[in-house]
């Protein structure tokens, strides 16, 4: 069935550094690549996604590139901050009428001050 | 973005029991969908809800044990029945899909069966 595949698991930055995680998908009609920040004991919260016509997508610290021919994502985040930790999840839309989202298994973000 | 809002927050049910969970969204939406997430584990997709129509359920998911109704463009209820303490998990709902926003979360379910 359709997957997506996240690394790493856990990243340890300390402040001001960049982080990069990165993620892979299996279904070659996926279309929509959203990343969602989940701090602890709260609901997901979109902060970029890309839709595959583009190759890349920045807002502010926080920028995405999708390489639909590998069928690879990032995420990539500059100058971190502590506020930055929580999880991070990545997700691609299933093709289909439905485009519902599968989700990556998540990366723990700590960003050390 | 649409915004969601889902209750009850919390609940502590007995194993046996049922519970039903809201979602009211602030727009009309076409889809919406139900997640479970286990406490540190990432979002597992139950069902996506159209309305008017049956919902789909993932593989592991039955209608039988996780009801779901979408009576209209705005509004969703996931039932959880029959609860066993495996049951216990954050279930959150989701809306969106279109072209112009994307998909956003109501604030979850924390469910404990004892």
């Known amino acids: 069935g359709e997957n997506v595949e996240q690394h790493p698991s856990t990243l340890s930055v300390q402040e001001g550094d960049s982080a990069v995680i990165k993620c892979t998908y299996s279904d070659s009609a996926s279309n929509y690549f959203p990343w969602y920040k989940q701090e602890l004991g709260k609901r997901p919260q979109l902060i970029i996604d890309i839709r595959s016509n583009v190759g890349e997508k920045k807002d502010q610290r926080i920028a995405v590139t999708l390489n639909k021919t590998a069928k690879h994502f990032s995420l990539h985040i500059t100058e971190t901050q502590p506020e930055d930790s929580a999880v991070y999840f990545c997700?691609?839309?299933?093709?289909?009428?439905?485009?519902?989202?599968?989700f990556g298994t998540g990366t723990l973000l700590a960003v050390q001050p | 973005s649409a915004v969601i809002s889902q209750k009850p927050s919390r609940d502590i049910c007995q194993r046996g029991t049922s519970l039903t969970i809201q979602c009211q969204v602030d727009?009309?939406?076409?889809?919406m969908f139900w997640y479970r997430q286990q406490p540190g584990q990432s979002l597992t997709l139950i069902a996506t809800?159209?309305?008017?129509?049956?919902?789909?359920?993932e593989s592991g998911f039955v209608i039988d044990k996780f009801p779901i109704s979408r009576p209209n463009l705005t509004f969703s209820t996931l039932t959880v029945s029959n609860m066993s303490p495996e049951d216990s998990s954050i279930y959150l709902c989701s809306a969106g899909g279109g072209q112009t926003y994307g998909y956003t979360f109501g604030s979850g379910t924390r469910l404990t069966v004892v």
């Open positions: 997700a691609a839309s299933i093709g289909g009428a439905t485009n519902k989202l599968i």
């Open positions: 809800a159209n309305q008017g129509s049956e919902a789909t359920y």
């Open positions: 727009s009309q939406v076409t889809m």
